[in-house]
């Protein structure tokens, strides 16, 4: 999710000291949420707010999750755990 506005990379968002309650949502390769850009109070897109909703039925208790899309980028990267069919084997 580095990119905001798709195609242009002026905007980042890094919630690593700050940020709302969704920083602390996971990633994974089978997610159970999707994100949309959202205007809110403005129909600028550069002030674009990112909503995640459901993409299937969420249990009590199942944890939130959704794929960071990170582009994979030359090297090591990060080893993804996740197993899943759809898995890139690394997060970045």
């Given at each position: 999710?580095?990119?905001?506005?798709?195609g242009?990379a002026?905007?980042?968002?890094d919630?690593?000291?700050?940020?709302?309650?969704?920083?602390?949502?996971?990633?994974?390769?089978s997610p159970?949420?999707?994100?949309h850009?959202?205007?809110?109070?403005s129909?600028?897109?550069?002030?674009a707010?990112?909503?995640l909703?459901?993409?299937?039925?969420?249990?009590?208790?199942?944890?939130?999750?959704?794929?960071?899309?990170?582009?994979?980028?030359?090297?090591?990267?990060y080893p993804c755990?996740?197993g899943?069919?759809?898995?890139?084997?690394?997060?970045?």
């Amino acid at each position: 999710m580095s990119l905001l506005i798709e195609g242009q990379a002026r905007y980042f968002i890094d919630a690593s000291k700050y940020g709302n309650i969704s920083r602390f949502i996971n990633h994974s390769c089978s997610p159970n949420l999707v994100n949309h850009q959202v205007l809110v109070d403005s129909m600028d897109c550069h002030r674009a707010h990112i909503g995640l909703y459901a993409s299937q039925d969420i249990s009590v208790g199942e944890e939130l999750t959704f794929d960071y899309r990170y582009e994979l980028l030359p090297g090591q990267g990060y080893p993804c755990q996740y197993g899943a069919s759809t898995c890139r084997g690394r997060l970045y």
